[in-house]
């Protein structure tokens, strides 16, 4: 694939059939669900929390112990049973599902983002929130279904796929996949994120093995795809530049007990699901949950995770690997603080053919105050020596403040809604930003709408 993050598709268009079943589907089951909880209106629903990140995911939730990445690519606990279980059940599926412990849920996100200052268009440094902009945008419509393994069980399989349809697909994307699925858009595309089988093998009491195989999201990194696991509307530098987004292959994660857990992974590369070489990526690392609760999760979190492998198409010497490492702490039960540092090198991608590297850090504080409000402050510095990342060699420079908003936390029906504002300031010490502006900044404000089901 391409170094730069930065890569248009060219949308071939696909049968009007798959957009109009979506755009249908996602209405039935909203409708369904409002007759549903229009019924069940004297039933009071547990209120959504508002922290953004969710705690430490268990065993039967993706991403699995080794990840522990502090956003997870998993259900919201506070989601079920939704409005999508609920139509389900208001017309006598969603009971038979839940029995075989399968679950479906969504949401839909839309967002704009305004430029203060800066002169280029599209946006520099950013993908998926926007790259035009002053422009309202679809970034996700997201449709999941799963079963989630049981974990007590002696073995057990479970299954996951995640479909995406939005401005935010073009950057998921991987080569091989839905290759027509544009439907003939420039600003939106079709994807499955995720899809793949999981095998549990219980072991011991507290360890077992945890066999995941297909297209799953990177273990790398701070943030992740899906929009609600994250507590900012825009995805850092790191997430754009220093990391992959998805793979395809076989997981092995070893769980030796809830505080410590062990995986190995053969992929195809970075978002590539049709190999462009003869060669596989590996992927290794671990996590560690501190003994120390606090909020019902564990009170500090460590992962390390390192992916090496040749990813330029028909060329199997030419290695790409990037250490990952992150650090997450609660510091009370309503504030924490998450450091991520990742540090890349790849051969053959310099002028002279050298090797290229790269490099940053990426620091979160959030702190929820209540069931409606939490803010959130990031701050990041990333390093493009070589400018095989981004393009211009440079030192970036990121700090934004958001804050994620629950007007109604406690309605049965709005709770569902969220909305994220947010102010971003991008510099660097290079005029990598272009146009006739300030070519060394760029200041935009924005938000997002998110609506779960």
């Known amino acids: 694939m391409q170094n730069q993050r930065k890569k248009r598709y060219s949308p071939k268009g696909m049968q009007h059939v798959l957009y109009n079943v979506i755009r249908i589907s996602v209405a039935l089951v909203v409708a369904l669900g409002l007759a549903a909880h229009a019924m069940a209106a004297e039933t009071p629903a547990t209120p959504a929390p508002a922290a953004p990140i969710p705690a430490t995911p268990t065993l039967t939730i993706e991403p699995p112990a080794a990840t522990a990445k502090p956003e997870a690519e998993a259900a919201p606990a506070s989601w079920p049973p939704g409005l999508m279980m609920d139509g389900l059940k208001a017309i006598g599926i969603g009971k038979g599902?839940?029995?075989?412990?399968?679950?479906?849920?969504?949401?839909?996100?839309?967002?704009?983002?305004?430029?203060?200052?800066?002169?280029?268009?599209?946006?520099?440094?950013?993908?998926?929130?926007?790259?035009?902009?002053?422009?309202?945008?679809?970034?996700?419509?997201?449709?999941?279904?799963?079963?989630?393994?049981?974990?007590?069980?002696?073995?057990?399989?479970?299954?996951?796929?995640?479909?995406?349809?939005?401005?935010?697909?073009?950057?998921?994307h991987s080569p091989g996949l839905f290759p027509r699925a544009g439907h003939g858009q420039s600003d939106a595309w079709a994807d499955l994120t995720q899809f793949y089988t999981q095998t549990w093998i219980k072991t011991g009491a507290e360890s077992g093995l945890e066999i995941t195989a297909g297209k799953f999201v990177t273990p790398l990194g701070a943030e992740v795809i899906d929009a609600t696991g994250?507590?900012?509307?825009?995805?850092?530098?790191?997430?754009?530049?220093?990391?992959?987004?998805?793979?395809?292959?076989?997981?092995?994660?070893?769980?030796?007990?809830?505080?410590?857990?062990?995986?190995?992974?053969?992929?195809?590369?970075?978002?590539?699901?049709?190999?462009?070489?003869?060669?596989?990526?590996?992927?290794?690392?671990?996590?560690?949950?501190?003994?120390?609760?606090?909020?019902?999760?564990?009170?500090?979190?460590?992962?390390?995770?390192?992916?090496?492998?040749?990813?330029?198409?028909?060329?199997?010497?030419?290695?790409?690997?990037?250490?990952?490492?992150?650090?997450?702490?609660?510091?009370?039960?309503?504030?924490?603080?998450?450091?991520?540092?990742?540090?890349?090198?790849?051969?053959?991608?310099?002028?002279?053919?050298?090797?290229?590297?790269?490099?940053?850090?990426?620091?979160?504080?959030?702190?929820?105050?209540?069931?409606?409000v939490s803010p959130t402050w990031r701050v990041e510095w990333f390093r493009d020596p070589d400018g095989v990342r981004t393009g211009t060699a440079a030192n970036y420079y990121e700090n934004t403040f958001g804050v994620a908003i629950t007007p109604m936390p406690k309605h049965p029906f709005w709770k569902n809604l969220l909305v994220r504002p947010e102010l971003r300031w991008d510099f660097s010490d290079r005029p990598a930003f272009g146009g006739n502006g300030d070519r060394f900044n760029q200041l935009t404000a924005g938000f997002d709408i998110i609506f779960k089901f």
């Not at 449709?143 to 479909?163: E, H, N, Q, T, W």
């Not at 990391?243 to 857990?261: C, D, M, R």
Request: include cysteine.
């Open 97 to 172: 599902m839940e029995s075989l412990g399968i679950r479906t849920w969504g949401f839909v996100e839309g967002g704009f983002t305004g430029r203060l200052s800066g002169g280029q268009h599209p946006l520099q440094m950013r993908g998926f929130d926007a790259r035009r902009p002053n422009n309202i945008r679809l970034n996700q419509l997201r449709l999941m279904i799963d079963r989630p393994y049981d974990s007590a069980k002696p073995v057990d399989v479970g299954f996951r796929v995640d479909g995406l349809f939005g401005g935010d697909a073009l950057l998921t």
């Open 230 to 372: 994250n507590a900012l509307y825009s995805r850092g530098i790191l997430f754009n530049y220093a990391i992959p987004f998805t793979h395809t292959g076989v997981k092995v994660n070893y769980v030796a007990n809830s505080n410590l857990s062990f995986y190995v992974a053969a992929v195809e590369g970075w978002e590539v699901f049709n190999d462009n070489n003869a060669a596989w990526s590996t992927i290794a690392g671990g996590a560690y949950n501190s003994t120390e609760q606090i909020g019902g999760h564990a009170r500090t979190t460590l992962a390390v995770n390192v992916i090496t492998g040749p990813e330029q198409a028909e060329n199997v010497s030419n290695y790409r690997t990037v250490a990952d490492f992150l650090l997450t702490h609660w510091w009370t039960e309503n504030f924490s603080q998450t450091v991520n540092f990742d540090y890349g090198t790849e051969q053959g991608v310099t002028a002279n053919g050298g090797a290229g590297h790269w490099y940053g850090v990426a620091h979160y504080l959030t702190y929820v105050c209540n069931d409606y």
